[in-house]
């Protein structure tokens, strides 16, 4: 018995066998019990009729593997079956070679299904609940407002009648209804962030750089800070004013949580993988334990009182959902008393 056919035939991992044009050469029994075919009509197919859409998803790939001297490929990929139901697979490619050249490609199978339907529920309870937090808010306001209204019209219109208890009373409520003010337009914010359809073009990463930079002039002359930003940065595929506002949170942030010393802001961006630029926001700030990394991007997660430091904790909130948006990940790394550095990692526009 040829051993090597053994292994293909009874392996617990679906394995199909094709050509570079597509053509199935082979399929093992777990391909054929995946896809709901026997093993022999899978032989007379080619891999395209699998796909719902009739789509080649191997067309050049063979030539790729070679040319780039790749060991595998990987996709996911929605396969239909005979009854019309689909199914998510998670295609693995390694390339089978003689003379260096592909002859077939061997594909190993796993079904996602499952995975893909939490993923979309994910998506859809997402969606809602930005809804509901958008919705909430803007129906917050309007009774805001009137408490606000009328507290001002009562300290204005009966104010020789009330004593100065009640003053101090009445500018407690004032106070509290500016603070609810400002979380709900951060709520508000923080909602348009996600619901905002995000233009996709090509831009310098220099220019986001320098539109936060505008919007915080004032700050950024009070405080002294200094930047470092080197002139060589790369070209985006995204948002560029939100990714303006990304860099203009974090730079408000090292302006906020400045040391003794002038707060210094050094920007860099190196290759992160084939796709991705990897961006880093460093400064010499007052730092925090990384015991907190994670908390710091959560909706009004804040590691001071507003007396200590003003804010509502929403900015790192909106970096992280504007940075995922783009299909980013955005992470620091600090220590108290030595600065913090917020990474994070935007599309390339072409080859890094
Ligand atoms: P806010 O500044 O309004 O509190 P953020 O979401 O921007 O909201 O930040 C959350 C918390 O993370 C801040 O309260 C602060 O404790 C910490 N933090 C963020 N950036 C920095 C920084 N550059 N240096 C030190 N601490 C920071």
Redesign the pocket.
């Known amino acids: 018995m040829d051993i090597r056919r053994a292994a293909f035939d009874e392996s617990f991992i679906a394995q199909m066998l094709i050509s570079p044009d597509g053509q199935i050469l082979e399929a093992n029994h777990q391909a054929g019990l995946l896809l709901q075919r026997t093993q022999n009509e899978l032989r007379q197919l080619n891999h395209r009729d699998l796909s719902e859409e009739n789509a080649n998803i191997f067309e050049g790939l063979a030539e790729k593997i070679e040319t780039n001297n790749l060991e595998n490929w990987q996709t996911e990929h929605r396969y239909t079956r005979t009854d019309k139901t689909t199914v998510w697979i998670d295609v693995n490619v390694s390339a089978v070679r003689e003379d260096n050249k592909v002859v077939a490609l061997l594909l190993q199978l796993q079904d996602i299904s499952a995975q893909k339907q939490a993923e979309e529920d994910l998506h859809r309870n997402n969606i809602d609940l930005e809804q509901f937090v958008h919705i909430a808010s803007h129906d917050l306001r309007e009774p805001l407002t009137s408490i606000a209204g009328f507290v001002t019209l009562l300290k204005r219109r009966y104010g020789d009648k009330i004593d100065d208890q009640g003053h101090q009373y009445i500018d407690e409520v004032l106070d509290s209804a500016k603070r609810m003010e400002s979380k709900i337009d951060d709520l508000l914010e923080f909602s348009r962030a996600g619901r905002f359809t995000l233009t996709n073009a090509a831009f310098p990463l220099g220019s986001s750089i320098e539109e936060a930079k505008r919007t915080l002039v004032r700050r950024i002359q009070e405080a002294h800070v200094v930047f470092d930003v080197p002139s060589d940065l790369p070209m985006i595929l995204g948002d560029r004013g939100m990714i303006a506002q990304v860099f203009q949170?974090?730079f408000?942030?090292?302006i906020?949580?400045k040391g003794a010393e002038p707060p210094k802001i050094k920007i860099s961006a190196e290759p992160y993988d084939d796709n991705f630029w990897l961006i880093k926001v460093q400064?010499n700030?007052?730092?925090?334990d990384m015991e907190?990394r994670d908390r710091?991007?959560q909706v009004f997660?804040?590691?001071?009182t507003v007396e200590q430091?003003?804010?509502?904790?929403?900015?790192?909130?909106?970096?992280k959902k504007v940075v995922e948006r783009h299909r980013g990940r955005i992470w620091?790394f600090?220590e108290p008393g030595r600065?913090?550095t917020?990474f994070f990692t935007l599309p390339a526009v072409s080859h890094p």
């Open positions: 949170n974090l408000s942030n090292s906020k949580y400064d700030g007052i730092g925090f907190h710091i991007f997660q804040r590691l001071y430091y003003p804010g509502t904790g929403i900015g790192l909130a909106i970096a620091p600090s600065g913090s917020f």
